[in-house]
């Protein structure tokens, strides 16, 4: 089977969009009939995104087999349905980890082992190994940073290698920025035109220059960036701003890239087709309804875009389902410590459709988050609660329902009482021993549904989770503690999911409320636009009502 490449690089500044542009280009080649796949390599030195803080690195998305990874495999799964793996995600530590496993291992037999080639040798392995096990026609390999940049040398010296070896089956794209300063008011292309020629001196040319913008560019724009770049009109794509990420597919098709792509490629022009994508994509326009949910946690206080990032699989599962209920959808981003400066701010959360606590870590905040499940419990407004918001949910429960004052998880309170979250022996050796990275549950468990509760009905609704067992992704350290499990389900908190494995609590459940769920894991990345995650529809549905 020969396997194609597509990296995707970007010029002048980060946070131009490489990702959604790197998951758009394969979804349109997917729907035309290719089987794509899609690579993410990040230049930092840590072993995975785990232990990078998620407010200044964005979402750590978890994939099946437990790699902790960049939020921007999220959306190629988004994009491209499709489960990823760690083969599909690599940092610059994790390459060198391996290059020094195997000189130890006297793989390299007596020779010198050398940055170059053999660090760009390693990431040539891992790209085509990604690209065999997917049966990939397509394997989209977006390269973190920026060209120019020290940190990523070395991987676009890996993707000029590949080119070398085979120039017909390797395509460059840069996505760069152009900006529009607002004294001038005009879209400026020297900033790209430097950027192509930074990634000239690396021994590469882009086939294609996607011009990130506020605006569409003009014909006399594109006709000057031609020229100076050396790429033809018809390859250079404009990218103008939009107010859905899923839009830009359609975008780019209207710019006629994926017939360009396959020609370049010499593959066959098969039809595609964009139909559902499309209007899923532009629901929100003709929505006649709003839901109206409130995300109440940590983490939220440094201004929008960061907060956006930290939780982006969140938003996007929330968008899908609303989406799918033809609703239009409002998130407000709460600070739980708000609440614990001023408890009578509580009342805000009546506005709302519905509360969301998504997952976090430590302590600051807490007793606001649990303040906030208190009040929507008793209330009656639809809750929502993952990973710690299912922990924070059993605490609330245990304090106020079961009498247990000093009730906590040991996260925050190693000497409570009523450890009802309590931490596994295993996790604690790992703990003791200072192992954090990679160390959490992580990755995909099965979750068995006890028959006849919200969970079971919810799942059942969607064909993809057929049967009474589920299987969902984890990121976590601590657990329910099952020497409370019948003391919480005979006051109505029923535990409506378990690991059949080790009896672990996965999912707990309020009788009497309209719907308030908690569930360990994080569905959040199962979602994909098409088929939203089941318990996120029916949250949304529980909110419409
Ligand atoms: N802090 C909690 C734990 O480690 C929850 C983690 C999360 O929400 N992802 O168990």
Redesign the pocket.
């Known amino acids: 089977m020969i396997h194609r490449y597509i990296f995707v690089v970007g010029g002048v500044m980060s946070g131009v969009g490489k990702g959604v542009t790197t998951a758009s280009i394969g979804k349109i080649l997917q729907s035309r009939g290719f089987n794509v796949t899609a690579i993410k390599i990040d230049p930092y030195v840590n072993i995975d995104a785990g232990t990078m803080n998620p407010v200044e690195h964005g979402e750590v998305f978890v994939t099946d087999d437990g790699d902790e990874t960049d939020q921007d495999m999220g959306n190629y799964e988004r994009f491209l349905d499709t489960d990823l793996s760690s083969a599909n995600y690599m940092t610059t530590g994790r390459i060198y980890q391996t290059v020094i496993q195997k000189e130890r291992n006297l793989e390299y037999k007596g020779k010198c082992v050398e940055v170059v080639p053999h660090i760009p040798l390693e990431v040539i392995r891992r790209i085509k190994e990604a690209a065999q096990k997917a049966k990939a026609d397509v394997t989209m390999i977006e390269v973190g940073g920026t060209v120019g940049e020290y940190q990523n040398i070395l991987f676009l010296e890996a993707a000029r290698m590949m080119h070398l070896e085979d120039p017909d089956h390797v395509l460059f794209v840069l996505v760069s920025y152009l900006p529009v300063p607002r004294h001038l008011g005009e879209m400026k292309t020297k900033p790209t035109q430097y950027a192509t020629r930074s990634l000239n001196s690396a021994g590469i040319h882009p086939d294609f220059i996607v011009c990130r913008g506020e605006q569409y560019m003009d014909k006399p724009r594109r006709e000057k960036l031609s020229i100076f770049c050396n790429v033809k009109p018809g390859d250079i794509i404009t990218a103008p701003d939009v107010a859905s990420i899923y839009q830009i597919p359609e975008l780019f098709e209207s710019e006629g890239l994926s017939s360009a792509i396959l020609k370049k490629f010499g593959l066959r022009q098969k039809p595609g087709d964009l139909l559902e994508w499309n209007r899923m994509a532009n629901v929100r326009e003709t929505a006649k309804r709003t839901v109206k949910i409130g995300v109440v946690g940590k983490y939220f206080s440094t201004g929008e875009y960061t907060l956006s990032d930290s939780y982006i699989s969140v938003i996007e599962a929330l968008k899908s389902a609303a989406w799918a209920n033809k609703a239009r959808i409002e998130m407000e981003w709460i600070n739980s410590e708000e609440f614990e400066e001023d408890p009578k701010r509580l009342r805000c959360l009546s506005k709302f459709d519905g509360v969301l606590v998504?997952?976090?870590?430590?302590t600051r905040g807490i007793e606001g988050i649990i303040s906030t499940i208190k009040y929507v419990r008793e209330k009656k407004i639809p809750y929502f609660g993952?990973?710690?918001?299912m922990?924070l949910a059993c605490v609330e429960f245990a304090r106020n329902v079961l009498g247990k004052k000093g009730a906590h998880?040991v996260?925050v309170d190693e000497t409570t009482s009523d450890p009802i979250?309590h931490v596994s022996p295993l996790q604690l050796k790992n703990i003791r021993a200072n192992r954090y990275g990679g160390t959490?549950?992580l990755g995909a468990y099965d979750c068995e549904l006890k028959r006849g509760t919200k969970a079971h009905r919810s799942y059942r609704t969607n064909p993809t989770y057929a049967g009474s067992i589920v299987s969902e992704r984890?990121?976590?350290?601590?657990?329910f503690n099952n020497d409370y499990s019948q003391a919480i389900e005979e006051k109505g908190l029923i535990i409506s999911g378990v690991n059949p494995a080790s009896g672990l609590v996965e999912i707990v459940e309020l009788k009497d409320h309209p719907f308030f769920v908690g569930v360990?894991f994080?569905p959040e990345f199962r979602s994909r636009p098409l088929r939203p995650h089941p318990l996120f529809n029916a949250f949304i549905k529980a909110c419409l009502k």
């Open positions: 998504p997952g976090g870590f430590g993952l990973c710690y918001g922990q998880t996260e979250i959490m549950r984890h990121r976590h350290r601590y657990e360990q994080h």
